[in-house]
């Protein structure tokens, strides 16, 4: 879990951190498949946001499609779906035989896989989706595995959780940016001597001063010449 863990931090920087992830649980534990699904922004489906296994145009198709429509899937007793709705982990021995959606079945027998394993996501008590992994034998999970992979799930939604905020933040900023730039009044933020470290642009264009010229200049220089 430790390397795991190390190697995933280190794709932060490379933006890569989820798919770092998937790719180290599956080398690490010999699972064939292992996927990411997080809703879409309009939170109507699950969408694959990292994934071992699955070619990238087929996780295209899968994401442009409605098979993981919540709507959809609120009646269907697939792993992910339970997962993701009830917020506990699911494990399913051999989706071949075992499973009673067709739909599941039949992906089971198309991609060879036969035990699954899904484990929700949460973070700060959002659900934001789950982290499933495969294998192609039938497979007994002993309890070992199962709290382990409830770990490294912590983790998978550390990561999503903390760039979801991230994005939140950046895309507040924009807003707050737009509105401060286009505010009829002067807007400007001063350090304690004075000194102008930031200004719109209605400021700007009311003195005819570049905006990068006023600041670093004092703020009782401007005041004056107003009077």
């Known amino acids: 879990l430790q390397s795991i863990t190390e190697k995933s931090v280190s794709g932060l920087t490379h933006g890569k951190s989820l798919e770092t992830l998937v790719h180290e649980v599956a080398e690490t534990f010999s699972y064939d498949l292992c996927n990411i699904f997080m809703q879409s922004v309009d939170g109507s489906k699950l969408q694959i946001v990292a994934s071992h296994g699955y070619p990238p145009e087929y996780v295209m198709e899968l994401n442009n499609s409605d098979t993981f429509s919540i709507e959809y899937q609120k009646a269907k007793k697939t792993p992910l779906f339970l997962a993701f ?133 004092y703020i009782y220089d401007y005041e004056v010449e107003a009077d």
């Open 85 to 217: 709705l009830e917020g506990r982990q699911n494990v399913m021995k051999d989706a071949v035989t075992d499973s009673k959606e067709n739909m599941l079945t039949k992906s089971a027998v198309k991609h060879g896989f036969h035990a699954v394993v899904a484990t929700p996501l949460e973070y700060r008590g959002e659900r934001l989706g789950a982290i499933v992994v495969y294998t192609k034998e039938v497979r007994d999970f002993d309890q070992d595995e199962l709290r382990l992979l409830s770990s490294i799930a912590a983790q998978a939604s550390t990561i999503a959780g903390s760039a979801e905020i991230y994005n939140k933040l950046v895309s507040s900023e924009g807003r707050y940016r737009e509105i401060y730039n286009i505010a009829a009044d002067w807007m400007y933020m001063l350090d304690s001597e004075g000194v102008i470290t930031d200004c719109n642009q209605t400021m700007a264009q009311s003195l005819g001063i570049p905006r990068d010229s006023i600041i670093g200049s």
